[in-house]
Structure formats: C-alpha cells, structure tokens
C-alpha cells in the first residue's frame, strides 16, 4: 500500500452555484448550495486513501459540528487522524463560489482551528512523518509548521510533496527540502515570476524551481495536464463532462502521492495523480468527488 502523511487543515465547504459572481453590493439569486467536507490537506488525504494508500493526517478541529463532519469524512474514506480538537475556536470554514456554466471557482477559507496548528504540531508527531514513504505538506496551515514536517520528512529520507497553495511567499531554503514541489499556474507565476501558458514556459519555470533548490518541479496546467521536469506534458484525462473543478488539484496530489508511496516512478505517478484528477472534476463537491483505485486504474487503461 505505502503510507503517506499528510499535514493541513479540513474546512466545511459552503459551496453556492450561480451564473456569475455578484458584485460588491449586489445579491444575486443562486442556482444551487451544498456544505460538504473540504480543506487542501484534507482533500488530498481522502484521495490517497481512496487511491489505496495507508493514510495518515496531521490536523486540528473546534470541537463543533463542522469538526464532527471532519472525523466522520476521514473514517469513511479510511484515513487515520492525528488531530487536537480544542474549544477555543471553530472548525474552519470556506466559502466556494461556483460559475454554473465553466464549473470555475473563486474561495475563501477562514481556516480556524487549523491556524493554531504550530510546528510543536510535528515535533510530537515526528515518528509518524519518519516512518512515511511520502510527506506532503501545502500552505493553508501556518508557514512554520510546514516547514519542521518538511524538515523531519528530509532528515529521514522521506520523499517530501509540498503543493504551494494558496500562494504565498516562501522563506529562503523552503523549496530545498522539496523532492517535488506541485503548483499549478498561477502558483507557479507567484513562485518564479514566470507566466505559465505554454508548455515551453512551464520548462522555463521548472528551470527556475530547480534553481531555487526543488528536486522535480510538476506544474498542473488544468485541461491540458501536468508538466513534469525531465519529461514534458501528461496529457490530462478526460472522464466525462466537467461539472466542477474546485477539487481538481487536491485530486492531482493525493493520487500522485500514493502512487509515489507505492513505489511508482514519477512518470507514472503523474500519470495517477492526472487520472485522479480527471475523474473528479467530473463530480459536485471536493472530498466526495474524489474517486476509488479501481476507477483511476479503468480509466488508465481506458487510455491507453
């Protein structure tokens, strides 16, 4: 199976449906609402579980309904919480806006309990990273704490994962500890100062994330797939029409981590994660869109 620990934040995904975004001042009349479970790390947790990784993720919950919808998403999907619930503040929250045409998003997370996580966090979670084949890590939580699960994972030898969203700045020798390093285009202009349209400009950037210390940069392109350094594009795949992309690049990371925890090399591993990808956006909702082994591995060989 391969275990991988994952470090970041569940929010309740308030998810509204309307032809266009309103303007400031403005209501609108929505489509449709849904609250499900959300949160980059916890997103990617539940698609490598799925994806048929020993799941582990680090976290913090309120003690509220919203932290009971987290303990019951994770023990569905079979992930292994390592959390502290505390009465001092919510469960985080975001608010997803979806254009009913496109399945585009626009979010914002209000990350609550999940801002208290510290790197002490790590620290007393350090034999769980250690014995990991696969560490992966993303920026919702505070900077400090990504940076020790980083630093526990490389001084152990585990292949770390740091997927760069939201976007933020990052302190020098942060992308170091990175084996892969996963943003998607406009997180990658944030990293390098490069536009990403082409795949000529993801090689450029690439180059740059090198520079800065990554061992091997992927940058997810949406429809046209990922382009992974030393290789060039995967080709995304196509699974059905889109109805909703908000979970598309959780979807990317947590099928290209188990495959990586299983031993994959990172051709293939993309490859899982494009296809984990594919058929998610295909799905309403971000942790319920995220698809079992068996469907990815079909739609592999569907394209074959």
Not at 111 to 126: E, R, V
Request: glycine residues 12%; proline residues 6%.
């Amino acid at each position: 199976m391969g275990s991988v620990v994952i470090l970041g934040v569940f929010v309740a995904d308030t998810a509204y449906r309307a032809d266009r975004m309103p303007r400031m001042g403005e209501t609108i009349m929505g489509n449709a609402f849904a609250l499900g479970p959300g949160g980059k790390g916890s997103n990617q947790a539940v698609a490598a579980a799925r994806a048929g990784a020993s799941t582990h993720f680090i976290s913090r919950l309120g003690q509220d309904d919203f932290g009971k919808l987290a303990l019951n998403t994770w023990s569905a999907a079979g992930v292994t919480p390592h959390v502290i619930q505390t009465s001092e503040t919510y469960t985080g929250a975001a608010h997803i806006f979806v254009e009913e045409a496109t399945g585009d998003n626009a979010i914002i997370i209000a990350p609550g309990a999940g801002a208290l996580i510290s790197a002490a966090d790590l620290d007393d979670h350090a034999a769980l990273v250690r014995d990991a084949d696969v560490f992966v890590t993303q920026l919702e939580q505070p900077m400090d704490a990504a940076i020790r699960g980083l630093q526990i994972a490389r001084d152990a030898g585990v292949t770390t994962v740091l997927n760069p969203a939201p976007a933020a700045p990052l302190p020098d020798g942060m992308l170091a500890l990175c084996d892969y390093v996963t943003p998607n285009e406009t997180e990658c202009e944030a990293l390098t100062g490069v536009t990403v349209t082409t795949t000529g400009d993801a090689e450029k950037a690439c180059e740059v994330l090198r520079d800065k210390g990554v061992g091997t940069p992927i940058i997810t392109m949406g429809e046209q797939g990922a382009y992974l350094w030393g290789h060039g594009l995967i080709p995304a795949m196509a699974a059905g029409p889109v109805i909703e992309t908000t979970g598309a690049g959780d979807a990317f990371n947590g099928g290209f981590a188990a495959a990586l925890a299983r031993g994959m090399p990172p051709e293939q591993a993309t490859l899982y994660g494009c296809a984990t990808a594919g058929i998610s956006v295909t799905r309403p909702g971000t942790a319920p869109s995220m698809p079992e082994l068996a469907e990815v591995e079909a739609l592999i060989r569907a394209r074959a």
